[in-house]
Structures are given as structure tokens and as C-alpha cells.
């Protein structure tokens, strides 16, 4: 499909900015048919939003945001929070198209960058278009127009989908120059891991960030508690481990990781209540990262686990836009990942949830189990440490197959599914019901939940570009855009 035929599935967006016409606009086919409550009966206008919380579960298929709701319910006797909105009427609720400039299948640089400067760009750039121009981010926009600024993720902080608020770079693997950029532009919390990204024993050009970001102003945090310190509206950066913060399951069972490290629901807390000091407002990434992570290497407790880190997560926006009218709240993911589901299990199914309700036994990810496995490890080896992790007893044939997987001599035949992970996926899937179609990303139409101010112009079926308009709109930003 040609660009231009891309754009004339939407409205226009250089119109859209120059003339402010949000009077006119409903995003999706069916406008006020989904979730709709009392509180969508107020038409919002140009500037009545003063805050925006945009929520990424990163890599999220449908399949994991109805097991974990499913999980929540059988063991610890509530539903998901995200679930909850629904049930409650909250939310108006759709269907969202990610595709990219160049595939139907994005990745997560395009996928961020599409809300983050309402463009479809090509896989692995970041707010880079087709003719190598930068294209000014919603951050960036937001600086200007005096409004504060946050990237909170349990990734590292200059990882593809907060760079997509935030940085121009042709190539999203270039985090050492997007560290620089949000340096240059002094957007005013970031908080997650990527300490490595900032340590000039780490950096190719041997700079210090973090004397770097100190010397700017801002308060500088590496632990939980240094995070806490902080007060006021003092610019904070804080990054919590070398890379990818800790998976969520490996976190609440090590008493170390969680003295040091903030969950990404504290992360966000200390956002929120430090953003919304500013007068004029803010704009606030907020991303569950390693949900994706999880589902590349079948790992159904990282998944799961992760997933209700982003939950609560979702509790701590809802609670601090209670009772207020000017601030947004948007809930979706970027693209599905792995398409995993509880599975029948049994003649009747019935199986089915008491097998998927070992998974909240689980003590560790299959990534940290791994770990401590190699190609030399014995058949009872591999199912001692299988059982101590999930606390499992897998067959001796199943043990042997991850043992020729993890000397790299398994090879199933959707061969993507050879790695260990993705046997140790398997294996736990014939025991759990929970299983997994492949381990990339996929075409899925994602989630998309809004409350408060502006959730009325939500439908049925958005594209992914216009929420970067509709975010604009709504806070009054569109001449600092359009310029």
C-alpha cells in the first residue's frame, strides 16, 4: 500500500493541527458505543486536558491480559485492575491498528513513535521518517510548550518505546545517543534501568551522565531509596540496574532487588506526584517492558508477573486522576508478542485453570532457571532446578529435550521454537495449559482503554497515528506541533 493511501484512511493531520479541529473528530468507527459512562456525556475541548498518563504493557497479547485477570481471580480473589475499568464502565474501549510504515508487523520503535510524533515510521528507526528527517517528538513538544515531561519504564530508559516520546536516532539501538539527547532536552523524571547507558566506564565516548544530569540540575537516583529522597520539582533521573530492571517474579522473591529497586507501580507514583506540580501540566510515558521480553522466550511466570507489575501500575494512574477533570489516562499495548492463551486442557476443559493456577507457585522466571542450567547439565540436574523454580516434576524425556536445546541440538520443526526458552516453554505448557504460538511479534489488532477527560473520543477501531493528534488536541499543544 502506497503512503498516500495510508494517509487517506485517516483524517488529515496537517489540517488537523492547523485548524484545531477537534469538534469534528471521533476516533474509531464506533465513538461512544464502547464503555461508555456518565462521565463521558462532557464534551472535551482543545486545552481542557492537562495531563496526559500513557500506559504501554509492551508486547502485549489479548491472551496475556485475560490470563492474568484469569489468575488474579482464582488465587487471589479480585480481577485485574485493567479489567476492572472495564467491568466497571470506566473506559471507552477499542481496537487499535499498529502497522508500520513498512510492515504489518512493527516492532516497538515504530509502534511508540506513532503516538509519540504521528507518523508511521520504518521498523528500527525512531521519529526518523523515510527521507531521514527527524520529526519533532510529543516530548519535545511538550518542553516547548511548558507542560513537564516523564519516561518511566522497567526497561532501560533509552529503550525503543520511551525513546519514541522522546529522540531522533535512524537506528534504535543507539541508546548511548538518545541518553544524550534526553540530556540535551532535560525532560524532567526518567526513571527505569540502563545504568549502563550513563556510566562513562560503559560509554564509548567515556562521558559521565550521571555527573552530567547532576551538574544540569537534576537529582541523580540509583536505589530505591535515593529515589524516594528526592522532593519538589527537581528534574530526577533515576536508572536502578545496568539494563532491563529485574523481571517482576525474580523481583518480589529477592529480598536484595527489593530494597534497591522500585516496582514500576512506585516508579510511577513518584512520577506522577512530582510532574503534576507544574502548573501547566504534564505528559508521562509509563511502560511495562518486559512483558514483551517474556513472551520472545515463552516465559509464562515472567509474562504473568510483569503484566500484574503493569496492573498495578494502572492502579496508581487511576488513583491519581481520581476525582480530577483535566487529566487523560490511555491504557493499550504496541503490538501483541508469542499469541500465548490458556489452552483446554481435558475432556471437558475443566483442567484447564487449576493447571494455569500452579503458575502463581513459581519462584523464579524460566530466564533466571536458565541461568543456572548449561549444555552440561545432567537429565536429574535439569529436573531438580525445574522442580525447585516452579515446583514442577517434569518426565525425564521432557528434561531431555531442553538438555539437547540447551547444547544446541534441538530443532523443532517451526524452527523458531528450538531455542531452550522456547522448549522450556513447552514443557511447562503440558503441565500449566499456557502455551505459545511462535515468539516474535505479531499483527494483532491491541487493546485500547481511555478515561477521564477526552476518553470520549475513543471508538471502535482507531489507527495508531491519530492518538499523537488526538494528545496534541486535547492539551492545546498543536501550534507548538505544527511549527
Known amino acids: 500500500m502506497s503512503q498516500s493511501k495510508k494517509q487517506s484512511s485517516s483524517f488529515n493531520r496537517r489540517d488537523f493541527l492547523k485548524t484545531g479541529a477537534l469538534s469534528g473528530l471521533f476516533l474509531g468507527s464506533g465513538a461512544f458505543l464502547n464503555g461508555c459512562s456518565s462521565q463521558t456525556t462532557k464534551k472535551t475541548k482543545p486545552g481542557d486536558v492537562k495531563n496526559i498518563i500513557f500506559l504501554v504493557s509492551d508486547g502485549m497479547s489479548t491472551g496475556t491480559l485475560t490470563a492474568t485477570d484469569q489468575l ?50 520504518i521498523n528500527g528507526r525512531v521519529n526518523i521518517d523515510e527521507n531521514d528527517q527527524p520529526v519533532k517528538p510529543i516530548l519535545k513538544i511538550c518542553k516547548e510548550a511548558g507542560k513537564s515531561t516523564g519516561l518511566v519504564t522497567t526497561a532501560t530508559v533509552t529503550h525503543a518505546t520511551p525513546a519514541g516520546f522522546a529522540a531522533n536516532v535512524i537506528d534504535r539501538g543507539d541508546e548511548q545517543t538518545i541518553a544524550l539527547q534526553y540530556l540535551d532536552r532535560e525532560y524532567d523524571v526518567i526513571l527505569g534501568g540502563g545504568a549502563r547507558h550513563m556510566d562513562s566506564n560503559r560509554r564509548e565516548d567515556g562521558r559521565d551522565l550521571f555527573a552530567e544530569f547532576a551538574s544540569a540540575g537534576y537529582h541523580v537516583a540509583k536505589t530505591k531509596s535515593e529515589m524516594e529522597a528526592h522532593q519538589g520539582r527537581q528534574k530526577l533521573l533515576g536508572t536502578f540496574y545496568s539494563g532491563h530492571l529485574p523481571y517482576n517474579i525474580d523481583h518480589i522473591h529477592s529480598e ?118 548449561n549444555e552440561n547439565s545432567s537429565v536429574s540436574q535439569i529436573r531438580e532446578m525445574v522442580e525447585h523454580v516452579t515446583t514442577l516434576q517434569i518426565k525425564a524425556q521432557e528434561a531431555e529435550y531442553l538438555q539437547r536445546a540447551l547444547a544446541g541440538r534441538y530443532q523443532a520443526i517451526y524452527s523458531p521454537m528450538s531455542g531452550a526458552s522456547q522448549v522450556m516453554g513447552q514443557i511447562l505448557a503440558n503441565y500449566t495449559a499456557f502455551n505459545w504460538v511462535g515468539d516474535a511479534h505479531t499483527s494483532d489488532y491491541v487493546e485500547l482503554a481511555a478515561m477521564g477527560a477526552g476518553q470520549e473520543y475513543i471508538g471502535a477501531f482507531t489507527r495508531n497515528t491519530d492518538l499523537f493528534d488526538l494528545m496534541v488536541e486535547l492539551t492545546g499543544m498543536h501550534a507548538y506541533a505544527a511549527s
Not at 475499568?85 to 510504515?101: I, K, P
Open 72 to 121: 488474579l481471580r482464582a488465587r487471589y480473589d479480585r480481577p485485574s485492575h485493567w479489567i476492572s475499568l472495564y467491568e466497571q464502565g470506566r473506559v471507552n474501549r477499542g481496537l487499535m491498528d499498529m502497522t508500520s510504515a513498512t510492515s504489518v508487523v512493527t516492532d516497538s520503535a515504530a509502534a511508540a513513535c506513532s503516538w509519540g510524533c504521528g507518523r508511521r515510521m
Open 256 to 373: 536484595d532487588y527489593l530494597n534497591t529497586i522500585p516496582t514500576l507501580a512506585e516508579m510511577t507514583e513518584k512520577a506522577l506526584s512530582t510532574l503534576s506540580l507544574n502548573p501547566e501540566g504534564f505528559i508521562v510515558q509509563i511502560e511495562g517492558a518486559r512483558v514483551d521480553h517474556a513472551a520472545h522466550s515463552n516465559d509464562v511466570s515472567g509474562l504473568i508477573y510483569d503484566q500484574i507489575a503493569f496492573d498495578d501500575a494502572v492502579a496508581a494512574a487511576v488513583a491519581f486522576a481520581e476525582n480530577r477533570d483535566d487529566t487523560l489516562i490511555i491504557i493499550t499495548t504496541d503490538h501483541g508478542n508469542a499469541n500465548p492463551a490458556l489452552n483446554g486442557a481435558g475432556p471437558y476443559y475443566n483442567s484447564s485453570a487449576d493447571m494455569f493456577s500452579q503458575v502463581a507457585d513459581f519462584k523464579q522466571s524460566t530466564g533466571w532457571l536458565l541461568h543456572q542450567l
